[in-house]
């Protein structure tokens, strides 16, 4: 299964779910992330907490989504938006139709300085779990229909 991960800033949040989507899908997926809108960095503090849970983190990047919407691009199945910015905005046509559905989570980088590092690590946890969950479904087997209602309640864990 083919996952894009979108954001508007693909700094932080979406970064994160890319890297652990990609650890924990053992092969069953590839993932990437991307934004409406790109910083064109990916956030230290993002770096920082994959490198200290022994992510490979060389491969990250922040870049647009116009990528994923060129002819050269990977079919897509799934594309999970996790802030608010992106679920609101008119995405570019994906190939392959994908499915859509949106795992909100509040952006760490807009905390003050001195509370990033525990929003981080908030961040993180959460996706981890709604990750962990997804992975966890025989999604391989489950009708478009089916997935997309476990991918929604996912979305609502906390």
């Known amino acids: 299964m083919n996952i894009l991960v979108l954001c508007t800033g693909n700094s932080a949040r979406s970064i994160l779910l890319e890297a652990i989507l990609n650890r924990h899908g053992?092969?069953?997926?590839?993932?990437?992330?991307?934004?409406?809108?790109?910083?064109?960095?990916?956030?230290?503090m993002?770096?920082?907490?994959?490198?200290?849970?022994?992510?490979?983190?060389?491969?990250?990047?922040?870049?647009?989504?116009?990528v994923f919407a060129a002819t050269s691009a990977p079919v897509l199945d799934l594309v999970i938006t996790v802030c608010g910015n992106a679920d609101s905005e008119t995405c570019p046509i994906w190939h392959g139709a994908p499915l859509r559905v949106h795992w909100g989570v509040d952006d760490p980088a807009a905390l003050p300085a001195d509370e990033q590092a525990a929003g981080f690590r908030a961040?993180?946890?959460?996706?981890?779990?709604?990750?962990?969950?997804?992975?966890?479904?025989?999604?391989?087997?489950?009708?478009?229909?089916?997935?997309?209602g476990a991918l929604n309640d996912i979305g609502r864990l906390t």
């Open 26 to 44: 053992a092969g069953r997926i590839s993932a990437w992330s991307a934004g409406s809108q790109p910083v064109g960095r990916v956030h230290p």
């Open 123 to 148: 961040a993180y946890d959460l996706l981890a779990n709604r990750a962990k969950a997804f992975l966890a479904l025989e999604f391989e087997d489950m009708t478009p229909e089916n997935l997309l």
């Open 46 to 66: 993002s770096l920082q907490l994959l490198d200290a849970r022994g992510y490979d983190t060389s491969g990250l990047r922040s870049k647009s989504w116009d």
